[in-house]
């Protein structure tokens, strides 16, 4: 079966390290998208790509950078990481399925930043 | 632009109680609208969906209407179990040939606990 995974699974961070979440897909989705989730502010869209070499910023994507070098992978890396950036992050990928393009999300990331 | 509004949480019920989660849009054409559930410690997962007005999305005993005139899709089951308790998130993607995205637009997600 298709499927989204994430890793680590969780991550212990000091302030000012570089960080590599990974993302990958094996449903051969072009679109690829980064969420952060934090209490009392629902999922906030990090950055996201809609095929191979395109990246875009989402309404968060300060601090934040990703790559698309093949359709599988999205990795998020966090330059200089923040205590801000202490968050659920999550991973998704979406396709066209009976009429709509729906989303499949990964199990998470649990980052902390110390 | 394109919007969510659901409700506010907590909602507590008892089980076998009606269950009702609002969720109203607003959305420039014909978008399709989505329930996601999170339950504790995974990430989320499609519940149901419809793709044009007047549509009904169900799945696992949850049910939704794609309502245009009055911009709603609200979830509701007639019979609440413990298992059900997760956070709830209704979503629209506006249609991409005419919006240019493939993005999502998400609430920020109700919390049920369903009570023994």
């Known amino acids: 079966d298709a499927e989204i995974t994430q890793s680590p699974r969780h991550k212990i961070t000091e302030t000012g390290r570089q960080v590599t979440l990974a993302c990958h897909q094996t449903?051969?989705?072009?679109?690829m998208f980064w969420y952060r989730q934090d209490l009392g502010h629902g999922l906030r869209l990090i950055h996201y790509?809609?095929?191979?070499?395109?990246?875009n910023k989402g309404e968060v994507s300060d601090g934040y950078s990703v790559s698309r070098s093949n359709t599988e992978d999205l990795p998020l890396t966090l330059e200089s990481a923040a205590s801000s950036q202490t968050s659920v992050y999550f991973c998704?990928?979406?396709?066209?399925?009976?009429?709509?393009?729906?989303?499949?999300f990964g199990p998470g990331t649990r980052l902390t930043v110390t | 632009g394109n919007s969510v509004t659901q409700m506010e949480g907590p909602v507590t019920l008892s089980e076998e109680a009606f269950l009702t989660i609002n969720c109203t849009y607003t959305?420039?054409?014909?978008?399709?609208l989505f329930w996601y559930v999170q339950y504790p410690g995974e990430g989320l997962q499609l519940l149901l969906k419809?793709?044009?007005?007047?549509d009904k999305g169900s799945n696992k005993g949850f049910e939704a209407t794609y309502r245009k005139e009055t911009t709603s899709f609200h979830l509701e089951k007639g019979s609440v179990q413990v298992s059900d308790s997760a956070v709830y998130f209704c979503?629209?993607?506006?249609?991409?040939?005419?919006?240019?995205?493939?993005?999502?637009?998400f609430g920020t997600g109700t919390r049920l606990k369903v009570l023994a």
């Open positions: 998704a990928s979406s396709g066209r399925r009976e009429g709509s393009y729906e989303q499949y």
């Open positions: 449903w051969n989705h072009n679109n």
């Open positions: 790509s809609y095929g191979v070499q395109d990246t």
């Open positions: 959305a420039t054409g014909y978008p399709s």
């Open positions: 419809a793709t044009k007005a007047d």
């Open positions: 979503a629209l993607s506006p249609r991409p040939r005419t919006s240019g995205t493939y993005k999502y637009i």
